[in-house]
């Protein structure tokens, strides 16, 4: 009889996983409880008054669930910081203002450890501004059209990655400092802190919207704290990818 | 339109998980993003689909090259 190719243990595992899955998304299609629709029908007919952002998804995710976007915020500077103290640890980046990778600079015959090609230097030179811009659109127009803090941030640091593909090796803007980046990454989050706090002495507690009963419009809540957002998120992830592309000055 | 897409997605996660190149199996990853935010705008959720674009067939595509120069690129047989 022929060997089998896969092992039976190999084969048990697949079959454990997919039941486990079974397991999970079944009772969903089985179950006969009628979907819940009273948040929203309730965000429907009352959620444009309320935070006067005309895309609902900002509204509760700045809005009504505020609290989720504050733990999301000091995951993701977790992560940063842990990524960047374990790269600057390693030894592994050659980025400006990571000591240990500084002395081994151009021991490599390429330039900055990868080699550059014309179509990177070109296209993602040019790309990289219109990215940029796209980014702060999605920031600053959140409460309008789709995007918001989080998603226009991720995509600044993608135009700063592509920048810092395409510059010439000796020559970089204040956008690839590290410094710079990791200040605006401190400065946003403290800012957050401090825009969450400024409701509770108008008596609207931790994250209230302080604008919701002058005579202000509320919207511009959501708008401050997107762009403080979208400028931690876009400097804090800048900072991991060019610490991790080895940047050399 | 939809069945196809959820099809070229299972195909394509089959790939990225059995592709021994990794850097095969990360830009395998990076359409199977690529394609999952096009599934999320068809289905009205173009926030989902805009933060699926940029973080996955972005950001994380420069992370996983990022880790895959600095170690083996190869998958040991």
Known sequence: ?249 | MTIIIMILLIVLSLYTLSSRDLLYGVIALSAFSMLSATLFYIFNAPDVAITEAAVGAGVSTVIFAWAIRSTERKDQE
């Open chain 1, 1 to 249: 009889m022929k060997e089998s190719k896969y092992s039976k243990f190999f084969i048990f595992q697949i079959v454990l996983s997919l039941a486990t899955v079974l397991a999970v998304i079944l009772p969903i299609f089985l179950s006969r409880v009628p979907w819940p629709d009273l948040a929203r029908n309730y965000l429907e007919h009352n959620g444009l008054r309320d935070s006067g952002a005309r895309n609902l998804v900002s509204a509760i995710y700045l809005g009504y669930r505020a609290f989720d976007t504050l733990g999301e915020t000091i995951v993701l500077l977790v992560a940063v910081s842990g990524t960047i103290s374990i790269i600057s640890h390693s030894g592994l980046s050659q980025a400006k203002g990571f000591g240990k990778g500084e002395i081994k600079k151009h021991t490599n015959n390429s330039i900055s450890g990868f080699r550059r090609t014309e179509l990177i230097d070109v296209v993602t030179g040019k790309l990289g501004p219109i990215v940029l811009i796209f980014g702060l659109y999605l920031m600053l127009f959140g409460h309008l059209s789709p995007g918001g803090g989080f998603q226009g941030g991720v995509v600044v640091a993608s135009g700063i990655v592509f920048m810092a593909l395409g510059s010439k090796t000796d020559s970089s803007t204040w956008l690839q400092e590290t410094g710079a980046l990791a200040k605006i990454e401190a400065a946003g989050f403290l800012f957050i802190v401090l825009a969450s706090l400024s409701g509770i002495p108008g008596g609207f507690g931790f994250f209230g919207n302080p604008l919701s009963s002058s005579g202000a419009s509320p919207v511009i809540s959501i708008i401050v704290l997107n762009t403080i957002i979208g400028l931690k998120v876009g400097a804090g992830l800048g900072f991991m990818c060019i610490a991790m592309l080895g940047k050399v000055e």
